[in-house]
C-alpha cells in the first residue's frame, strides 16, 4: 500500500520564477491538503482540495493555487516566487469521510529560492 | 482561533528515562489534539490522537499522552526513552470549521543520549 508520495523531493528556484509541486494521495484516499514549513517552525496550512475543489484556505496569497485531480491527485502551484517562500511543503491525504483529523504526510518537496 | 503551545523548544533526557513533552491547548469547543514525530529530512508521521474518552491515550512507537481538561494540556509521555526516539515531535489541534486541518505548534525537539 503506497503512501503519500511527492515529488519532486528538492528543487531551486530564482526570485519570480514559478514552481509546480505534486502529490499523490494515500491508496484510498480522496483528500488532499498542503502545509508549509519554514526551517525551525511547524508545519502552515496552505489550504485543502476535496472533490477537486478548494474547500479551505489558509493566510496565504493568491501566488498559491492548486488543484485537484479526478483521480485525487493535486498539485500547488506558486508563482513569482520571494526568498521568503523557501520551505519545505508537506502534502497529507486523508479520507474526508473519517472527519478525525488524522492526516498521513508525504516526506516534502523542498524548495530553495535563491 | 484554535492553537496549541509547546513552551520548550527542546528536551533533553538520557536512554532508559521517562520522557514527557509539553503542549498546552486553547479552543473552542471539544478539542480534537494530536501528536505528530518528525525525522529528519523527513515528513510527519502520525502518533496518537485524542478525540474523546479516556484521558490517557497510547499510541504508537510506546508514546502515550495525557489529556488533561483543567489544565487544557496534551502531554506526549513515554516510560522508558530509547535514542531512536531523537526527533522533533509537534503538537496539533484540528481547527473548529473541520475539514480536517491542523494547527500545529511550533515542535519541540526531543534529544536523547545514550
Known amino acids: 500500500d503506497a503512501g503519500v508520495t511527492q515529488s519532486p523531493t528538492h528543487l531551486i528556484k530564482t526570485r519570480g520564477q514559478q514552481v509546480t509541486l505534486r502529490c499523490s494521495p494515500k491508496?484510498?484516499?480522496?483528500?488532499v491538503s498542503w502545509y508549509q514549513q519554514a526551517l525551525g517552525q511547524g508545519p502552515q496550512f496552505i489550504f485543502q482540495?476535496?472533490?477537486?475543489?478548494?474547500?479551505q484556505r489558509g493566510n496565504f496569497p493568491d501566488r498559491f493555487s492548486g488543484h485537484q485531480f479526478p483521480n485525487y491527485s493535486s498539485e500547488l502551484n506558486v508563482n513569482a516566487l520571494l526568498l521568503g517562500d523557501s520551505a519545505l511543503y508537506l502534502c497529507?491525504?486523508?479520507?474526508?469521510?473519517?472527519?478525525?483529523?488524522?492526516?498521513?504526510f508525504g516526506e516534502g518537496s523542498r524548495l530553495t529560492v535563491l | 482561533a484554535q492553537s496549541v503551545a509547546q513552551p520548550e523548544d527542546q528536551v533533553n533526557v538520557a536512554e532508559g528515562n521517562p520522557l514527557t513533552v509539553k503542549c498546552t491547548y486553547s479552543?473552542?469547543?471539544?478539542?480534537?489534539l494530536f501528536w505528530y514525530v518528525q525525522y529528519p529530512n523527513r515528513g510527519l508521521q502520525f502518533l496518537l490522537k485524542?478525540?474523546?474518552?479516556?484521558?490517557l491515550v497510547k499510541g504508537s512507537y510506546g508514546f502515550e499522552a495525557e489529556f488533561n481538561k483543567s489544565q487544557t494540556s496534551f502531554h506526549l509521555k513515554k516510560p522508558s526513552a530509547l535514542v531512536s526516539d531523537s526527533a522533533l515531535y509537534f503538537c496539533?489541534?484540528?481547527?473548529?470549521?473541520?475539514?480536517?486541518?491542523?494547527?500545529f505548534g511550533t515542535g519541540t525537539r526531543l534529544l536523547v543520549s545514550p
Open positions: 497529507a491525504s486523508s479520507l474526508m469521510g473519517a472527519d478525525t483529523g488524522e492526516l498521513f
Open positions: 491508496s484510498g484516499h480522496d483528500t
Open positions: 482540495y476535496y472533490e477537486e475543489e478548494e474547500r
Open positions: 479552543v473552542s469547543g471539544n478539542p480534537y
Open positions: 485524542y478525540i474523546t474518552g479516556d484521558n
Open positions: 496539533a489541534v484540528r481547527d473548529i470549521k473541520g475539514f480536517q486541518k491542523l494547527v
